[in-house]
């Protein structure tokens, strides 16, 4: 099985600044590619804001968030960051960590992403 913990999230004043933290575990871990953030905010659907393919380090963003959050992992393809800059209001949301195995992923489809965190909540005041 694949477990992910999601952490990070709080508090802040537009302007300010988050990282989030995934970490991947379970027997199947390996299998895992991509990981990346979705965000849901009340009301809402669902919706993509940045994955990263584990083993090329490509990467994909919404335009919402472009220039402002960076996803990365650490060398061990385990833990996943989303550095959160420049963070506005409308980015209020429960961050969830994802993760997929299989081919012809689309980043910004949550229903091709079979695993999930528990999420994390930013709220970001204005």
């Known amino acids: 099985q694949i477990q992910l913990v999601d952490s990070g999230g709080g508090s802040v004043e537009a302007g300010g600044s988050l990282n989030l933290s995934c970490v991947l575990s379970?027997?199947?871990?390996?299998?895992?590619?991509?990981m990346g953030w979705f965000r849901e905010a009340p009301g809402k659907e669902r919706e993509g804001v940045a994955i990263?393919?584990?083993?090329?380090?490509?990467?994909w963003y919404a335009d919402s968030v472009k220039g402002r959050f960076t996803i990365s992992q650490d060398n061990a393809k385990t833990t996943v960051f989303l550095q959160m800059n420049s963070l506005k209001p409308e980015d209020t949301a429960m961050y969830y960590c994802?993760?997929?195995?299989?081919?012809?992923?689309?980043?910004?489809?949550?229903?091709?992403?079979?695993?999930w965190g528990q999420g994390t909540q930013v709220t970001v005041s204005s």
């Open positions: 994802a993760a997929a195995i299989g081919e012809r992923i689309r980043e910004d489809v949550a229903d091709d992403f079979g695993y």
């Open positions: 379970g027997y199947a871990k390996s299998n895992v590619d991509p």
């Open positions: 990263i393919y584990l083993w090329s380090g490509a990467t």
